[in-house]
């Protein structure tokens, strides 16, 4: 794990209306590390998500990928950037209907106009390594909840990007079914150099990441 910073956010604050959601945010992620983001409902979490990732601003602060200040991007290099860059996993697996669960996976890939040969055979490789390969001619329907999640993880892997940001991934899964999720996260780390920020009320994923951020009413703590 490098110690040098993938994400460097500071001075981040957010309102709604009169409502402050982040005070003052600053953080660091590293490359190949896995960050849990734990604290009460309502206190910033997902909305520190959605600045990190780009699909939304903070009124104050700045948000730095290695040397790329994003917020300073138009909105089609924005857009581009995060296509590249960011995957997103959320609670709901937000797989289209209409497709296969391959098709969902290579949309990312084809918006991107990033589907290749070497494409095909990551995704072949992700498939194998998270035992859906069977599975992924089927449309999202027919799959268990933990199968569409995975799927879903696959997804926001497909253009290999800097960092996945979770959003409470495991929130919808039982027990069995969080802790195979989780352990995808670590073992996509450990194979891949995968970078991951979670978002999580999961007392054994936040155990077990490499570092646990701790927000309550808008602000970092202990």
Avoid: C, W
């Amino acid at each position: 794990m490098s110690d040098a910073p993938l994400i460097q956010a500071e001075g981040l604050v957010k309102n709604y209306g009169t409502l402050t959601v982040l005070r003052g945010i600053d953080l660091h992620i590293r490359r190949e590390e896995i960050v849990a983001v734990v604290g009460p409902s309502g206190a910033g979490k997902s909305t520190l998500l959605h600045i990190l990732g780009t699909v939304d601003k903070p009124d104050k602060g700045s948000v730095h990928y290695e040397q790329t200040d994003v917020m300073r991007l138009g909105d089609r290099e924005l857009s581009r950037f995060r296509n590249r860059n960011i995957g997103f996993v959320y609670q709901q697996h937000q797989l289209l209907p209409e497709f296969s669960a391959h098709e969902n996976v290579l949309l990312p890939a084809m918006i991107g106009d990033l589907q290749t040969r070497e494409t095909d055979a990551y995704l072949d490789e992700l498939f194998g390594l998270m035992g859906i390969k069977a599975r992924a001619g089927h449309r999202p329907s027919q799959l268990s909840g933990g199968e569409q999640q995975r799927f879903a993880v696959a997804r926001a892997l497909i253009n290999r990007p800097k960092v996945v940001l979770a959003d409470e991934p495991s929130g919808n899964l039982d027990t069995y079914h969080a802790r195979q999720l989780h352990e995808l996260f670590f073992t996509l780390r450990d194979r891949y150099g995968q970078t991951f920020v979670i978002v999580t009320h999961n007392p054994e994923l936040a155990a077990r990441a490499d570092r646990t951020l701790h927000l309550t009413d808008g602000q970092l703590g202990p």
